[in-house]
């Protein structure tokens, strides 16, 4: 059964500094997802990274995969406070159907 | 943004009664996904179909049941609610190529008494 982990489960950021918030699944995957989910709202897609390698930067958000470590890392570059929200990835298992989500990130930005 | 809405946003019900939730997409998505949300503990798959009339357990089934018996449908029902199940439920939908995203709908925030 796949599992999906993630670390932190809160990141308590000050700004204009950077973080990682990083995602471990536990087999090999077709795809990986992350998303943001803003308090009493849905989720919302920012990246979906396919193969080995592969990197996708929006703004100062910056996603990567390493699909032989199994890992996947959400970069934060010099925080903000509008990146204040909750963080998850989520993984298609490899000829799978399931969607599973890691329990995410709660990232809360300071002043 | 995709087509995919649920209804109804807010229900209050009453332990042992049957609840249906309704997921409705317009965007040809061949796979939907029924999660819920609790504090704690992310979110979690519930069921999900792979086509109409196909459809497979998720990790937290029990008490649970879907049907799918179109292409836009996907709906959730609780045979007897439970206050256990008070929780938020998130619909979610994708199409079957690699680089698509899933698309989620606004939520049903379900309260048991």
């Known amino acids: 059964e796949l599992k999906v982990e993630q670390n932190p489960l809160f990141l308590s950021m000050q700004e204009g500094k950077n973080y990682t918030i990083y995602c471990n699944y536990s087999?090999?995957?077709?795809?990986l997802y992350w998303y943001r989910q803003d308090p009493g709202k849905s989720l919302e897609s920012l990246f979906v990274?396919?193969?080995?390698?592969a990197v996708k930067q929006e703004g100062r958000l910056m996603a990567s995969l390493d699909t032989k470590a199994r890992l996947s890392t959400l970069h934060i570059t010099a925080a903000v406070h509008d990146l204040s929200a909750t963080y998850f990835c989520?993984?298609?298992?490899?000829?799978?159907?399931?969607?599973?989500f890691g329990g995410g990130t709660r990232v809360l930005v300071k002043p | 943004d995709a087509g995919i809405t649920q209804s109804p946003r807010h229900k209050v019900t009453e332990t042992g009664t049957p609840v249906t939730l309704r997921c409705h997409q317009t965007?040809?998505?061949?796979?939907m996904y029924w999660y819920r949300q609790d504090p704690g503990h992310g979110l979690r798959l519930i069921h999900y179909?792979?086509?109409?009339?196909?459809?497979d357990k998720g990790e937290v089934s029990d008490g649970y049941s879907v049907s799918r018996s179109k292409t836009e449908d996907f709906l959730l029902t609780l045979e007897s609610a439970t206050s256990s199940q008070t929780s938020v439920y998130f619909c979610?939908?994708?199409?079957?190529?690699?680089?698509?995203?899933?698309?989620f709908g606004q939520g049903t925030r379900l309260t048991v008494v």
């Open positions: 979610a939908s994708r199409w079957t190529a690699e680089n698509t995203e899933a698309f």
């Open positions: 087999t090999t995957s077709d795809r």
């Open positions: 990274l396919l193969s080995n390698g």
């Open positions: 989520a993984v298609v298992k490899a000829a799978g159907n399931k969607l599973t």
């Open positions: 965007e040809n998505h061949r796979y």
């Open positions: 179909s792979y086509g109409v009339k196909d459809t």
